[in-house]
């Protein structure tokens, strides 16, 4: 029998892959002692400053930003494909209300396939539909869901609306403000991409295969669903709320720590210094709170900065003030890792259409660290 440290591959494990480098990709790259996050080339805070969210998905999936005209085509693109097929619906009104919205749409996006007739072709050319149909459907499948459990109609998509202005209108029921479309415009710009975190990594090894694009979406959400990585924006508010005012925040990091709770929205397996994204999301909570006469979320926030700082040495991630900004703006709890998805779809497919583009099967080797050779002891004799 070989063993394996006489075989080619490393012997010893990485725990979680930290710092394993398992893959080429352009989509993005997050510098971590820097504090950089890049798409394609561009700085995040360019993105953020002066990019819509459409342009940013373009730009992920064809490795360079649109012209007026190619933008255009995108949007109406987008548009066309809004709408959910009726039989997704039907299945929507089927789910319990009680259901996780993140779970809702891990189970539409695996049903849309079966509408989709084009779905298995996985050559660049479908693909790219593909990957523009699910990013206009993802903000429809999570309104409608949400509307559906509170006992409302769907409302019909916003015909000529981006993709910001569109989730929130099929939301709410009525028009965002131009302040706060945008604001969540930024904030999809912001969550768009992220190299290999956990449900990227997924998605890829899902797309290695050749299964098709809608199974590695699926799994993808799954992946995301978690509270070490896209659930820990809805656990934020969860852990705020049970904070309940800004001077308790002291005493309930210190009795967190004690029992080794981990607080959420903190840390981070790349960034060891600030989350470029937290920068921005920072200012908006401010933003929202001050808009809306109420800051208190935002200054709880900011002293639970302190206190992991001091306490920890640990620094807010994406999660952290991305939590107060979707409370202030009225949206539900559990629609905030949904939310995470209606961006992350972009880089979940420019990463699958990045694998199909130059596949190889994923599939890397374990530390055996179980036993070898006992005897075999038939059924009734153990
Ligand atoms: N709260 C309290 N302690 C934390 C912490 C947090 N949010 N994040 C890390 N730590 C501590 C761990 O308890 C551990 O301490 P110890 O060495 O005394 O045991 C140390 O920091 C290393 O933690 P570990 O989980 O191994 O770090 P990691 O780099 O592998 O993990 C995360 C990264 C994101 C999984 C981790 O920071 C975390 O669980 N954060 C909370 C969830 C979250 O916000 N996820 C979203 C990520 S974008």
Known sequence: MTDKANESHTATAAAGLRGVIVGASSVSDVVGDKGELIYQGYNIHDLAANSTFEEVAFLLWNKRLPTQAELEELMHALH????????????????????????????????????????????????????????????????????????????????????????????KGERPSEHDAR???????????????????????????????????????????????????????????????????????????VSKRKIMGFGHAVYKTEDPRATHLRRF??????????TKWYEMSRKLEEVMMREKGLYPN?????????YMMGIPLDLYTPIFAISRITGWTAHVLEQYADNKLIRPRAEYVGQRNIPYVPIDQR
């Open 183 to 257: 604001l969540f415009d930024i904030c999809l710009v912001l969550h768009a991409d992220h190299e290999l975190n956990a449900s990227t990594f997924t998605a890829r090894v899902v797309a290695g295969t050749l299964a098709d694009m809608y199974g590695a979406v699926t799994a993808a959400i799954a992946a995301l669903s978690g509270p070490l990585h896209g659930g820990a924006n809805t656990n934020v508010m969860k852990t705020l709320l049970e904070i309940g005012e800004v001077e308790n925040v002291g005493s309930f990091v210190k009795q967190a720590l």
């Open 80 to 171: 066309d494909s809004y709408a959910a097929p009726k039989p997704i619906i039907d299945l929507l009104r089927q789910i319990p209300r009680e259901a996780d919205p993140i779970d809702v749409l891990r189970t539409a996006v695996s049903a849309l396939e079966f509408y989709d007739p084009s779905a298995r072709d996985i050559s660049r050319e479908v693909s790219l539909k593909t990957a523009i149909k699910l990013t206009a459907r993802f903000p429809t499948l999570v309104a409608i869901a949400d509307r559906l459990r509170r006992g409302l109609d769907p409302v019909e998509p916003l015909p000529n609306a981006n993709i910001a202005t569109n989730f929130l209108y099929m939301l």
């Open 318 to 326: 994406v999660d952290f003030f991305s939590a107060s900004t979707y």
């Open 285 to 294: 909570s401010k933003e929202m709170g001050e808009r809306a006469g109420d």
